[in-house]
């Protein structure tokens, strides 16, 4: 397998922890979407991260449908399933999905990742230059109040959308892990979320995540801590 | 079930298609999103529609997860599945989904319903007034290529993800169906799309969505007409 990933791509990151919980090897490859490679839009006309090709022939595009590609490679007798069984519990994992995919994106992870890393690495004519203050004063806003609402996931259940683990927890720290990285995590703000995110950041699964590193931007002090 | 919708939000009526298709009763209740009515954005924290609510309890917000719902309380050997049993094949129907509910809605659907119908019911403080020329003059630039990729993916099969009526051909006429109500779609600029777009029209499942007026702005003549 091959993933077409960015490094700090939060939709990228998510599939590589739902590889790593489920022991699955794959080869990275790196990709500037906005340089639009011909190879990289033949796999995805839509020419985002992440897309995973399997064998001969398939290029699962994103994270949602890759999330679900292997939810039914599974039987549901199977062990270390990232989806819950019962309908209502699968339509609350797939909401926070959702959540996090659009809306922590829309609001935070993605103008930190475009305007703090991204944007260093845009020619000017694809969007290139000095980050915008107002999207990052925003991004700054808007991570408070999704920051509490992780704390009040996390208080409800042991995991964010039930008894377990599941991709609702493993999409989440990939959007908090970007931001993460960059210092703009107020974990301060609720100790409820923080605990959380400490037992997802200590799995096995997190640790290459933690050692990704971008020129230029080094990572924050709590980013690779597991006691932070 | 209650369906919380507006008429012409293209993703609304992608559910209305389905639940259509499956002969499911659905009681429909507007929402103006704008307005963050209180007791919707309890059912949806995220406040877009569709909702749809199940039973006691169970709110299912968003298409594609209520596709996905309907689409698990299937068996395999049932018949008038929306969704094709193969992994590859099923890959391409929710790679389509999302092709359409987000990149045609974003270039497309999107901007022609806000400008020309949503703005005309919002308060100037939730966005209301004057359509966007600008927005509009993109949109019917962008509607072009689309329609072409229409008739590329109806010339490889009969319908756009395979030999069968899938979730692909619902939400792609769903979209497409919101811009023919307002005039918006160069139907002569594509034969197969077209042939593929009566095709999907004529099913008993559309009828009700041809049916559905605004005030202020009346429906194109192709609208509603069976042999346009």
Redesign the interface.
């Known amino acids: 397998m091959q993933l077409h990933h960015r490094f700090f791509c939060p939709h990228s990151r998510f599939v590589r922890l739902i590889l790593a919980e489920r022991g699955v090897e794959v080869e990275l490859i790196e990709e500037r979407p906005w340089e639009r490679r011909e190879e990289f839009l033949r796999l995805?006309?839509?020419g985002t991260t992440p897309i995973l090709t399997v064998g001969s022939?398939?290029a699962?595009?994103?994270s949602?449908?890759i999330a679900?590609?292997f939810d039914?490679?599974d039987r549901p007798e199977t062990d270390r399933r990232l989806m819950p069984q019962g309908?209502?519990a699968?339509?609350e994992v797939?909401?926070l999905i959702?959540?996090f995919n659009?809306?922590f994106f829309e609001e935070v992870s993605g103008p930190l990742v475009a305007e703090k890393i991204d944007k260093r690495f845009m020619a000017p004519e694809h969007g290139g230059g000095a980050p915008d203050t107002n999207a990052l004063r925003a991004a700054r806003a808007n991570i408070r109040y999704h920051i509490r609402?992780i704390g009040w996931l996390a208080a409800r259940n042991d995991w964010l959308a039930g008894p377990e683990l599941s991709y609702a927890d493993l999409v989440a720290a990939a959007h908090l892990s970007v931001a993460d990285y960059l210092g703009e995590v107020p974990w301060n703000d609720d100790e409820t979320a923080k605990d959380w995110y400490a037992r997802v950041k200590s799995r096995p699964a997190f640790r290459p995540l933690l050692a990704d590193r971008v020129v230029g931007t080094p990572a924050s002090a709590t980013y690779a801590d597991l006691d932070f």
């Open positions: 995805n006309p839509e022939g398939l699962i595009p994103g949602e449908i679900a590609y039914e490679l309908a209502i699968r339509v797939r909401r959702h959540w659009v809306k609402y």
